[in-house]
């Protein structure tokens, strides 16, 4: 099963469009519809038994709440918004059922998805968004057109990292100097969660680590919140639930 990033292929091509659709919009309107259709026939013919699920997000996002040093996303201009990404959405979900999700980012649905549905499925997330490295199991990336796997301790180092440096994108705030270089000196060499954990209360303080922390936790199932390692249940166990096949 492919699990497609479809908020990253049409903003793509919608990008890629900008210019010509300021200009003369119907045509570059046919001309963006032909290039997402052929960017997503390119993927699918890599995977030629493969069904596939396209996912978009919708209204609403849980994020927006948690956010309290920073508004989530708050420096992205509407005005910046391609010309062209709403009528491609609209096309993904007319000619290639694309599912758009509601209160949560496709994402989340799709590391949910790639979480619950491996044993018979064998998953395979499609993006180029390096917020999907911190889920265990295969990737692709459709630009390289490479396919690699993430292990439990990548993926989770990955996280760990994350929440150090932040993410300037969506305007979540890590700490003051600490580039990738900074986060893998200090989360590199790590063996356990609550090792990770405790250096990232350590340079952040409890809240605003916590906070960074469920801001870029990509959900493993529906209406998850994540906690940090010594406050959940064996049950809530985030990382290490189960072996991912990579076939």
Same mark, same amino acid.
């Given at each position: 099963?492919?699990?497609?990033?479809?908020?990253?292929? #049409?903003? *793509?091509?919608? #990008?890629?469009?900008?210019?010509?659709?300021?200009?003369?919009?119907?045509t570059?309107?046919?001309?963006?519809?032909?290039?997402?259709?052929?960017?997503?026939? =390119?993927?699918?013919?890599?995977?030629?038994?493969?069904?596939?699920?396209?996912?978009?997000? $919708?209204?609403g996002?849980? *994020?927006?709440?948690?956010?309290?040093?920073?508004?989530?996303? $708050?420096?992205?201009?509407?005005?910046?918004?391609?010309?062209?990404? &709403?009528?491609?959405?609209?096309?993904?979900?007319?000619?290639?059922?694309?599912?758009?999700v509601?209160?949560?980012?496709?994402?989340?649905?799709?590391?949910?998805?790639? &979480?619950?549905?491996?044993?018979?499925?064998?998953?395979?997330m499609v &993006?180029?968004?390096k917020?999907?490295?911190?889920?265990?199991?295969?990737?692709?990336?459709?630009?390289?057109?490479?396919?690699?796997?993430?292990?439990? =301790?990548?993926?989770?180092? &990955?996280?760990?990292?994350?929440?150090?440096?932040?993410d300037?994108? =969506?305007?979540?705030? @890590?700490?003051?100097?600490? @580039?990738?270089? @900074?986060?893998?000196?200090?989360?590199?060499?790590?063996?356990?969660? +609550?090792?990770?954990?405790?250096?990232?209360?350590d340079?952040? @303080?409890?809240?605003r680590?916590?906070?960074?922390?469920?801001?870029?936790?990509?959900?493993?199932?529906?209406?998850?919140?994540?906690?940090?390692?010594?406050?959940?249940?064996?049950?809530?166990?985030?990382?290490?639930q189960?072996? *991912?096949? +990579?076939?």
């Open positions: 099963m492919l699990l497609i990033d479809g908020d990253i292929y #049409c903003y *793509r091509v919608a #990008c890629a469009c900008e210019t010509d659709a300021q200009e003369h919009f119907s570059a309107l046919s001309q963006a519809r032909r290039a997402l259709d052929s960017l997503i026939a =390119d993927t699918l013919v890599v995977y030629p038994d493969h069904n596939y699920v396209f996912y978009l997000t $919708g209204k996002n849980f *994020r927006n709440e948690v956010a309290v040093t920073a508004p989530y996303k $708050g420096n992205r201009k509407t005005k910046d918004r391609p010309l062209l990404l &709403s009528v491609l959405r609209d096309h993904a979900v007319d000619v290639w059922d694309a599912v758009v509601e209160g949560e980012e496709a994402d989340d649905a799709i590391a949910t998805a790639a &979480s619950t549905a491996y044993l018979n499925d064998h998953p395979i &993006s180029i968004d917020d999907f490295d911190q889920v265990e199991g295969l990737h692709y990336n459709f630009i390289k057109r490479h396919e690699y796997f993430v292990s439990t =301790d990548q993926g989770m180092k &990955s996280f760990y990292k994350q929440i150090l440096t932040g300037t994108i =969506d305007n979540i705030i @890590g700490v003051d100097g600490i @580039g990738a270089g @900074g986060a893998e000196d200090l989360i590199g060499n790590c063996r356990k969660e +609550t090792d990770m954990w405790d250096i990232c209360e340079q952040l @303080g409890y809240d680590a916590l906070e960074n922390a469920r801001l870029l936790w990509l959900r493993r199932r529906a209406g998850q919140m994540w906690m940090p390692p010594r406050e959940r249940s064996e049950e809530g166990r985030f990382y290490g189960a072996t *991912r096949s +990579t076939h």
